[in-house]
Structure formats: C-alpha cells, structure tokens
C-alpha cells in the first residue's frame, strides 16, 4: 500500500469537512494532524494558518478544531478579520456555525469609528453583537470620546450600547480645556437616526471645566446640545452653589452656556469668602447664563424670592436685603454681583442708604 495514502485521506477527510461546514475553508497551515481524544475527534494547525468563511478571515500560529462541537481554538497572535471589524487577541474560541467568538486576553476590537479593548470579548459576526468585561476601553475616534468601565454591551440591531460598573465617559473639547466627563455606574448610549442620545444612571457625577454636578439620572441629548438631570440634582459652579427638582443644562460645542432649575429652585453664590455668607435666590423657575466662563445673569421666575448681602464701593459690610417678587433677576459683572431688577408684585424693597449699586424696583 502506498505510504502516502494515510496522508491524502487526511487530506480528503478535512476537505470534506470543510465542505459541510457553511464555506469554512483551510487556506494555509505549515502543519496539520488529526487527533482523538478520548471520544473526540480533533485537527490541529500550526504555523502561518489561515481560515476563511465567506468574509471572515482567520490567522494564527496554532488552531485546534473540535469537530463535534463545532469550533476551532485559535492561540498564538490571534487576529480575525471582516469586511467591518477585526479582533485580536491571545485566544478565541470561534463556532463557525452561529459566527460566534469568544475571545480572551489583551482583546482588541477596532471599526472604522471605534476601538475597543477588554481581557474577555463575545462577539458574533453575524449579529454584530459584542459583550465585553474586564477592564473595558472604548475610543471613539470621530468625537474623541472615552469611555471606561468594567462590563460593556453593543446590540446593532437596536443601535444601542452601554458601559456599566464604575463607568467614565470623557469627551474631549479641542478647542478649550473644557473636557466633559460623566462619571456613573451605568452609561448607555442610543444612536437612532430620529434621535441620539446617551444616559448615565446611578451616582452621577459631571465635570465640565468650572461645573461639577451630580444627580441620580442624566439624560444628554446629542444633536440638541443639551442635557437634564433629574431627582434633585445638585450643581456647583465657580463660587455658585445649583439645586432643583430637575436640572436643564444647555452647552454650545461642549461649552457650558446655561443652567435652568425647575421646581424648588434656589441658587446661591458666595458673598464673603471670610464670614460664608451667602446671597440666596429661590424661585419654581431659576435660569443662570455663563458667558466667557463666568456667571452673566440670573433669573428666579414665579414666587421669586432674594437675599443679598450689601457691601459699599470700600467692600464695607452695610447689611442684607431680601426682597419678593413674581420675577427677580441678578446681573454680575466680572463674575460678580453688579445689579438687581426686580418685577411684579414686589416687597421687602428695603436699601441701606450707603448701597451704591444701582437696584431697580419694577411693577
């Protein structure tokens, strides 16, 4: 018998296999041997291998494929490539007949748009849903945005991802050093054409240049600009300290331009940094303006209600005054207080008589 017919039924055996196997093809390996272990039969790849199925492109140095269980073990500068994405990693498990991988160690997942990094990765390339846990990364090259956490989800089909477990999104702004980080322990992201928009659920903390906010949920609506936070949320910015039933926050290319408070909204602003006092502004509605990083205005709508600490033109303690008013606006120059208007229905208007800012009382 010819020695060599053991290794051409070899052959034949996988070239058949292959063929039942929805388009998986062995393109090159330097080496390739079949082997039983106990009840199950194995193939084993090493060197330069190289699979196929459709447009899916596998490389490795060393491949195990399990015939009855229908997958192939990958190891040894792993990369598998479509016509979307491509995956590397130390090992992946790959079952050719549902396109699903699991990959394991120094994962990397890269799109045209996106990188992803994590020690544990399930990815199917037929659903184009991804799981990932163990220190997750993803970088958004088109918005430069950065998103931690330990756990991470993406389903195509819904446009639909989320990173959980001490999350961190930042987003940085080229033009300032008003880089925008959200802080949560889930953040979720929802990409539909009619709407995007991304939430942060759960011990929410935002930093954006001089805002530090927090809340229980916050929702940012991308293409609006625009953010609300909401269950009593709380904000901080320069010497101002923000609250309210919920909070709107307006940006303009990721630069901060407005604070709106909606419902039991107060404002306060340090008015002496030696004593804490502070002026108090309340009101159902409060609307703070920043221009050029610092505060403009400030407008308390319906059941408005003031109190300011009054200084002279020699920064003189010369007393408080509190004021009521359907509607009480606070002009700053500088980031300080320089006027108040007030209108409709207006009491308490009391003024030191050494108060040298202009107040204008209005009905």
Sequence with gaps: MDSRLPFFLLILGIGFLFAQNKGLELLHADIHVGKKVGQ??????????????????????????????????????????????????????????TRQSYCYQQVQIKTEENSLYANYLEYNFKSGQARARDQVYLFNRENLTHIWGYEGFYNPDEKY????????????DTTSTDTLHIFASVLEYFNQKEERKARAIDSVTILQGNLKAVCDTAIYWIDRDMAILKHHPQAWYEDSYLKGLEMEVYFDSLRLKQITLLGEAEAR??????????????????????????????????????????????????????????????????????????????????????????IKVEQ
């Design 269 to 358: 602003t340090l008015a002496d940094s030696s004593t804490g006092e502070e002026d108090v502004l309340k009101g159902k509605r409060i609307h703070f303006f920043i221009k050029d990083k610092k505060p403009e205005r400030i407008i308390a709508i319906d059941n408005a209600s003031s109190l300011y600490y009054i200084t002279d033109a020699n920064a003189e303690d010369k007393g408080a005054n509190y004021a009521t008013a359907d509607t009480i606006k606070i002009f700053f120059q500088a980031g300080k207080l320089d006027s108040i208007g007030i209108l409709g229905g207006a009491r308490g208007t009391y003024y030191p008589e050494a108060f040298k800012k202009e």
């Design 161 to 172: 991802s989320q990173v959980s477990v001490n999350a961190h999104l930042m987003k940085i």
């Design 40 to 97: 199950e039969q194995l193939r084993i790849f090493q060197g330069n291998v190289h699979f196929q199925q459709d447009t899916i492109h596998m490389w490795c140095q060393r491949a195990v494929m399990h015939e009855q269980k229908k997958k192939i073990d990958f190891e040894d500068q792993v990369k598998i490539t479509n016509e979307h994405s491509t995956i590397r990693a130390e090992r992946i498990e790959y079952y050719w007949e």
